[in-house]
């Protein structure tokens, strides 16, 4: 099922401004970062009704999804 672009749009922003302020990132920063997820891409496809699970629960997905990419330092 496809989301209405500009309920998707509001949902982006809320899960951008979650991630910035979960990891403290910026929200420029974020929100870079948020447009390479997986997570993103399942969402804005349509993939499982993605977009109907909790803005917290994407939070968190996005956030060990950038964990696991990020390397070690």
Known sequence: MQANPDILQMKYTRLVKGVAEKTGMSYEEALGK??????????????????????????????????????NE
């Open 34 to 71: 948020f447009y390479d997820t997986k997570t993103f891409e399942l969402i804005s496809t349509g993939v499982a009704d993605m977009h109907c699970f909790s803005d917290e629960y994407l939070v968190d997905e996005i956030v060990m999804e950038l964990a696991k990419s990020t390397p």
